[in-house]
């Protein structure tokens, strides 16, 4: 097994290394985000969907559909706000609503402000979209009620898995790769301060393989929410530290006329 991992240039072992770690790595790291959206539906989408103003869209227009005179301001804190107001002399944005309304807080915020002609979404105190329905004035009429929430978010469950998976296989796959070929300069120069001349397949292997421990720790830290200081150069130095003594076996192995590694 060892020769195996440290042995011959023996091409795309290392590379095969690498892809079944990420593999496997990235299976905690995508069920994380997937169980945090079952717990979401599970014990809070009910409450939240089946508040939130019925709108229906018709011929570039939204319309309220409900018996709460508008503006129709769904709370979601204190200070958090889902507006719709789609009469015909409606409120410009939520700046101009709370001027008219005392008993919003000053410092409230509205993350979706519904009109009849467009939609404002806030992503954040910089940043802000405005869309407007005018330019979907074909598209066939739909309503956004708590079936098609209910039916987006039974969509989403079933396809998560099989849509995240392979996506954050591959991102992080190639991203361990760029840096194992980087990582892999560090290792020549570890094979040419011990003189061991390594080819460069090797001390990619062997890169790898010392970036994998690193790359475990990793992961649990993530899953587990754990932060450290200063961790990449801590990561870095640990792998380097492993990469130096992978380096210096092979060549004593080598130096005692083990050819294969």
């Known amino acids: 097994m060892l020769k195996s991992l440290l042995g ?6 290392g590379i095969l290394i690498l892809l079944v770690t990420v593999l496997v790595l990235t299976v905690p790291l ?15 989408a009910d409450q939240i969907i089946e508040k939130i103003p019925v709108v229906h869209f018709e011929d570039g227009q939204a319309r309220y559909v409900g018996n709460i005179k508008e503006p129709v301001l769904y709370r979601i804190d204190e200070k958090t706000y889902i507006v719709v107001d789609t009469r ?25 402000f519904v ?15 405005r869309f407007d329905f005018r330019e979907f004035k074909d598209v066939d009429p739909f309503t956004l009620d708590s079936g098609f929430y209910f039916g987006l978010l039974d969509k989403i469950d079933q396809y998560f898995l099989m849509v995240a998976y392979p996506l954050f296989a591959i ?24 003189g061991a001349e390594l080819g460069y397949k090797t001390i990619l292997r062997l890169s790898i393989l010392a970036m994998i421990p690193m790359m475990v720790v990793k992961t649990v830290f993530f899953y587990t929410g754990t932060v450290i200081p200063w961790s990449f150069l801590l990561y870095l130095l640990v792998s380097s530290v492993i990469l130096f003594l992978f380096v210096s076996f092979v060549k004593q192995k080598r130096a005692y006329g083990m050819g294969y590694y």
């Open 8 to 13: 011959d240039d023996r091409y795309g072992t």
């Open 115 to 129: 009109t009849r002609d467009y939609g404002i979404i806030e992503k954040s105190a910089y940043e802000t979209r």
């Open 30 to 44: 995508v069920w994380q985000p997937y169980a945090m959206f079952r717990d979401f539906v599970d014990n809070k």
């Open 88 to 112: 015909d002399n409606y409120f410009q944005d939520f700046d101009e609503l709370k001027r008219d309304y005392s008993s919003i807080p000053a410092d409230a915020s509205a993350p979706v």
């Open 171 to 194: 991102f992080i796959f190639i991203g361990r790769l760029i840096y194992a070929l980087c990582f892999s300069l560090v290792g020549m120069l570890f094979s040419k301060m011990a």
